[in-house]
């Protein structure tokens, strides 16, 4: 078995940015969706005011730079005193209100962009959740469910980290490099813009680099991380087998093991992590430095001055800035989209069983149903259902009786359409059902399975479940006959009560009469029982039969069963065995007939006597 999923170990793709970035192509109907004008408006304003507030940036310093070259010529001239505070006044201050101005603008965009950010994370996971929904049993019953909303939780995360860090903060750094290597040529020399880029390409060509070299140490450290939680849970819920076999010393030891390689993983990660911050300051500071001498040559050349330094120096600083968290951002922007692509691949995942271009919604069924020579798989290579034939007339009572994984179950999925059949084909009121929307096939048939699984609320929400609008007298009507409204009048919540999750609170027979009463709430032309007593006890299962009685009054009923007694009334008896259908007809012919309904029943009967 695999160890269980640390909850925080994530993975980082093996694969390179740019390729992954594609992945971004698919967001672009969210943040400028189509025929949503205000959504767009939005953001292309974002997107100005950011740009406007990275110019303000780079010209905050050339406002500086000026002021003290100002401060510096008037020094000793007339009326200098007078002078210098104005300038200091109009220059510092302007500096620092630039500065500020340049953050209102950058974070404004928050109020225009963010209903747009927020709007788009929830289209995407809304349609991610109507999708899952529209995916086929086949799909899920593959799928940890955990596992699937942990896809939409990540991706939604993942968009919102991707807006933040690429449109709002790598994007406008790179469009701060070119304003001032644009700044530096027009205002000084050509030099100094070169330095600037350079430097910068270099410390994204390292900072990748080495990232990516990290980032095996950081995977290692997540799969040792994974180990030792591993060990320590599966330790932990063996907690009586250690003691039986006094292993402590020794769970304790591997344990330690575990942890031990974990330590070691994780000082590689760290002091790597020292090699690139070394590399980057190293660069970084090259380029200052250079910048600085550069500056320093034409000060002495009488082409420069030193307030010009001061501005090549700021402008730097502040470029350079951002580019700290390159690493991270790095690392966990491919993470993000990683997580965004996983999303919309399940977007993109076919829901298996669809409605037909011409399938019509069909209300008023009368409830024939007919299996037409039915081959049906599950898995192609191997054969479930071989040529299946039997009708059920409006009203009738079917039962279907056979060994366990003859096939029995898999009818009624077929019938609800969870499955498409390979051969063959199965109708309602002669229409065969592919050719009738799943919706109104479904609305027509009620199911009441072996296990029922309930919402972790009340009572009476799960019964009203098959239709929401109905009142309380038609809630309470349903829950008689079902009898089981006796029982729940008389809990000290009624109604309200809380079933608990996946309704654990109620005993199975409970749980078993309230979905028997939303099915009836439904009133469904057509319905399935399947064993729906058979993990029952046989006195509450009595008790059951006569709710099920009611339920299928009136109703073309397909009832798989478990114990024989239950089902001598039956219209038709359907014997199955091992896909097929080995012998039918009534309880008096089948019994008379000797073959394999008579065993079972004889083997049931001695059970009962015993
Ligand atoms: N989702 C599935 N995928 C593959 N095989 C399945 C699936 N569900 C059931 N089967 C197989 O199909 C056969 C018939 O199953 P089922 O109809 O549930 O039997 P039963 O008669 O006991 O209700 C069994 O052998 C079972 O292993
Ligand atoms: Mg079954």
Redesign the pocket.
């Known amino acids: 078995m695999p160890p269980p999923s640390h909850p925080d170990a994530t993975e980082v793709e093996e694969r390179g940015l740019l390729e992954q970035l594609s992945a971004l192509r698919g967001l672009v109907p969210y943040v400028l969706p189509p025929g949503d004008l205000n959504a767009k408006v939005r953001t292309v304003i974002a997107i100005t005011l950011v740009v406007i507030s990275q110019f303000i940036l780079v010209g905050a310093p050339f406002f500086l730079g000026n002021a003290q070259d100002a401060v510096a010529d008037s020094v000793g001239r007339g009326d200098a005193f007078v002078q210098v505070g104005l300038f200091i006044a109009f220059f510092i201050l302007g500096y620092g209100g630039l500065r500020v101005l340049s953050t209102l603008f950058s974070e404004a965009r928050e109020y225009v962009f963010a209903p747009v950010a927020q709007q788009a994370q929830r289209k995407i996971a809304t349609e991610t959740f109507a999708h899952l929904h529209r995916l086929s049993l086949?799909y899920h019953?593959a799928k940890r469910t955990g596992g699937l909303s942990r896809i939409i939780e990540r991706g939604v995360r993942a968009i919102d980290f991707l807006f933040r860090f690429l449109l709002f903060n790598i994007g406008p750094t790179l469009l701060q490099l070119v304003i001032a290597g644009a700044a530096f040529a027009v205002a000084y020399n050509g030099w100094f813009a070169l330095i600037a880029i350079v430097v910068v390409v270099a410390y994204v060509a390292f900072t990748v680099m080495t990232t990516e070299w990290r980032l095996k140490f950081r995977r290692e450290m997540n799969r040792r991380d994974t180990e030792s939680w591993a060990r320590a849970v599966d330790s932990l819920l063996n907690y009586e087998t250690v003691k039986y076999f006094d292993a402590e010393r020794r769970e304790v030891e591997r344990y330690d093991t575990a942890m031990e390689a974990y330590a070691r993983a994780a000082i590689r990660s760290r002091t790597s992590l020292a090699t690139v911050n070394i590399g980057q300051s190293l660069l970084m500071n090259a380029g200052i430095v250079a910048s600085m001498v550069l500056a320093a040559n034409f000060i002495l050349g009488g082409e420069m001055s030193t307030g010009d330094m001061l501005t090549i120096t700021l402008v730097l600083n502040q470029l350079y800035r951002p580019l700290n968290i390159l690493g991270f951002a790095y690392r966990e922007i491919k993470q993000a989209l990683t997580d965004l692509e996983r999303m919309f691949q399940l977007l993109e995942e076919p829901p298996e069983v669809t409605d037909a271009a011409h399938a019509v919604p069909v209300d008023d069924m009368r409830g024939r149903i007919e299996f037409d020579h039915v081959d049906f798989h599950?898995?192609s290579d191997r054969e479930?259902l071989r040529g299946i034939s039997f009708t059920v007339e409006p009203g009738q009572t079917v039962a279907v009786v056979?060994p366990?994984?003859?096939?029995?179950?898999?009818l009624s999925r077929i019938l609800y359409r969870f499955y498409d059949i390979a051969g063959g084909a199965v109708r309602i009121d002669g229409r065969d059902i592919r050719d009738i929307t799943q919706a109104s096939l479904r609305a027509s048939i009620g199911m009441v399975p072996q296990d029922t699984v309930l919402f972790n609320d009340t009572i009476g929400y799960n019964i009203a479940y098959a239709r929401p609008d109905a009142d309380r007298t038609e809630i309470e009507q349903a829950a008689r006959d079902a009898q089981i409204h006796d029982f729940i009048a008389a809990l000290p919540q009624g109604y309200d009560t809380l079933v608990g999750e996946r309704g654990l609170k109620l005993s199975g027979g409970e749980k078993q009469r309230v979905a028997i009463a939303r099915t009836l709430l439904k009133d469904p032309a057509i319905l399935i029982l399947d064993e729906a007593t058979s993990a029952l006890d046989s006195a509450t299962e009595t008790d059951i039969q006569a709710a099920l009685g009611v339920a299928s009054e009136g109703r073309t009923t397909l009832v798989?069963a478990h114990r024989l007694s239950t089902i001598q009334n039956a219209d038709q008896i359907l014997v199955m065995d091992q896909g097929r259908i080995v012998e039918r007809g009534t309880h008096a012919q089948l019994l008379a007939r000797g073959g394999l309904y008579a065993e079972l029943w004889s083997r049931q009967d001695a059970a009962v006597d015993a």
């Open positions: 086949r019953l599950y898995e479930i056979g366990t994984g003859a096939g029995k179950s898999t798989v």
